[in-house]
């Protein structure tokens, strides 16, 4: 698995959240890292300052509640590595979280999602630390397979342009790999492509061209896709049980497709750049296969991604 040294978990100390926290103690314990949680919460009105001091000791409690719950469903109640809980009050709850990677350097965020956790897609702060986050997030939501049948996804795009596309692809197979490993052991592997000129040519009456000169063009530009996630695969040099679906589809209509069909519980996805805006990282197709998940999410940007939240001074 990718070296995470230290997660953070985001709470908001208001309810039970041990299903996200289970999955922060596992990855902390399989890639030895150290595990913190950051409960963030608003101010309260002037009006209520005399309460401030119950008010934020009653979210730190509920936290812990929450851990040692998890601890217990894991099973990891002899001699528990010590977990750090702290209260961050005031607005901007992204900014703050983001601001606390930036100054102590943490390299994954996990959080349950925002709302209902049955609902499709992420609201707006989940969405905000997917744009902004320097590190990778790690949405969850409540997985009912046990761990040992835990089915993981990867979405790949072998057609990259830059090297830090190609980077992104590279750790998303070897993240996911290992994920699958300490999962039921079987990775999915999607990438979609598409031919455009297709439905034009194909239905252009006044172009001669028949269906069976079409159909080897199609033929050979997804066998050319095939061979470049082929070659991205064999280049990450991941190994073991793999199930690749290569499909000629639209991915934000496929992927959420294949993850309710599959039963799938974790989708492990790259975000990429778009030049000369900063923050924004998603272009609308990632943004719309966010928006129609139903399954935990964990989202890696490239490494050449620079979050537009300034550290504080």
């Known amino acids: 698995m990718q070296n995470f040294r230290k997660i953070l978990f985001v709470s908001h100390g208001t309810v039970d959240e041990s299903d996200g926290l289970m999955q922060a103690l596992s990855t902390a314990r399989v890639s030895g890292a150290t595990l913190a949680i950051l409960v963030v919460c608003p101010h309260l009105p ?34 528990p590595e010590p977990v750090e809980i702290q209260l961050d009050a005031g607005d901007n709850p992204a900014q703050r979280i983001i601001r606390r990677v930036l100054a102590d350097d943490y390299d994954l965020v996990v959080k349950n999602v925002e709302g209902p956790t049955r609902r499709k897609g992420f609201k ?10 320097p590190c990778p997030v790690w949405l969850s939501r409540p997985i009912e397979h046990p761990r040992e049948e835990v089915r993981v996804v990867v979405a790949v795009d072998p057609e990259y342009k830059q090297p830090s596309a190609y980077d992104l692809g590279i750790r998303l197979l070897r993240l996911s790999r290992a994920l699958a490993d300490g999962c039921n052991g079987i990775l999915h592997v999607v990438s979609c ?29 997804g066998a050319a896709h095939r061979a470049k996630l082929d070659a991205l695969i ?12 290569h499909a000629i589809a639209r991915p934000d209509s496929f992927i959420p497709y294949l993850i309710e069909e599959k039963q799938l519980d974790i989708l492990v996805m790259g975000t990429v750049a778009r030049t000369g805006i900063p923050g924004f990282i998603m272009g609308n197709t990632a943004e719309n296969i966010l928006q129609r998940l139903t399954c935990s999410l964990l989202a890696l940007k490239p490494s050449d991604y620079k979050t537009p939240v300034k550290p504080l001074s």
């Open 46 to 79: 002037e009006e209520f300052t005399e309460y401030e001091g119950v008010y934020g000791d009653g979210l730190v409690a509920r936290a812990g509640q929450s851990l040692q719950k998890a601890r217990e469903l894991l099973k990891m109640n002899a001699s």
């Open 124 to 133: 707006a702060l989940d969405m905000e630390l997917l744009r902004k986050c």
């Open 193 to 221: 492509w598409d031919y455009d000129v297709d439905e034009y040519l194909r239905h252009n009456y006044p172009i001669n061209i028949s269906d069976e000169e079409l159909d080897r063009a199609l033929e050979k530009a």
């Open 234 to 245: 064999h280049a990450s040099g991941i190994e073991g049980p793999m199930e690749v679906h």
